[in-house]
């Protein structure tokens, strides 16, 4: 599942990719929002996301292999939409804008969640190390990858 969580992860950065190329080749030449209003509700979206992300993911739960794997896969979804959210307003900017730069704004919060999300050798040692403060025996990474 390890290897299946990354794979997914770089489908998503590639799709925000390709959204950049239609964002630029499609964009209007002029929109109804000024792009400094749509760029200022991206900012604030990306920031509420920051601290949503945080405050609504529930901690690993340790009681049996699969109920780790399962909170740690919920939490990569949650965390992936929640960053992704922000890329897409960005996209619906750049039409209502008629200016790319909007939805450049969005994929910089999209790809620092992204960040945050993505199962690295370094964030499975952090996750390990939260989990043995709460006496949990469990390996993470024996559990994804089995």
Same mark, same amino acid.
């Given at each position: 599942?390890?290897? #299946?969580? /990354?794979?997914? $992860?770089?489908?998503?950065? +590639?799709v925000? %990719?390709? &959204?950049?190329?239609? !964002?630029?080749?499609?964009?209007?030449d002029?929109g109804d929002?000024?792009?400094?209003?749509?760029?200022?509700a991206?900012?604030?979206?990306?920031?509420a996301?920051?601290?949503?992300?945080?405050?609504?993911?529930?901690?690993l739960?340790?009681?049996?292999?699969?109920?780790l794997?399962?909170?740690? #896969?919920? /939490?990569?979804? $949650?965390?992936?939409?929640? +960053?992704?959210? %922000?890329? &897409?307003?960005?996209? !619906?900017?750049?039409?209502?804008?008629?200016?790319?730069?909007p939805?450049?704004?969005?994929?910089?919060?999209?790809?620092?969640?992204?960040?945050?999300?993505?199962?690295?050798?370094?964030?499975?040692?952090?996750?390990?190390?939260?989990?043995?403060?709460?006496g949990?025996?469990?390996?993470?990474?024996?559990?994804?990858?089995?």
């Amino acid at each position: 599942m390890l290897q #299946q969580l /990354r794979i997914m $992860l770089a489908s998503f950065v +590639a799709v925000l %990719a390709i &959204l950049g190329v239609v !964002a630029v080749a499609v964009a209007p030449d002029s929109g109804d929002v000024p792009a400094a209003a749509v760029g200022g509700a991206v900012v604030l979206y990306g920031l509420a996301s920051r601290l949503a992300s945080r405050l609504i993911e529930r901690p690993l739960d340790c009681a049996s292999p699969e109920s780790l794997r399962l909170t740690y #896969q919920t /939490r990569f979804f $949650l965390r992936i939409a929640i +960053a992704e959210a %922000a890329a &897409l307003i960005g996209f !619906a900017g750049v039409f209502v804008s008629g200016s790319w730069w909007p939805y450049l704004v969005g994929v910089l919060f999209a790809l620092a969640g992204f960040v945050r999300a993505a199962p690295t050798e370094l964030s499975l040692s952090r996750d390990q190390d939260e989990l043995a403060t709460t006496g949990c025996a469990l390996q993470l990474r024996d559990v994804l990858t089995r």
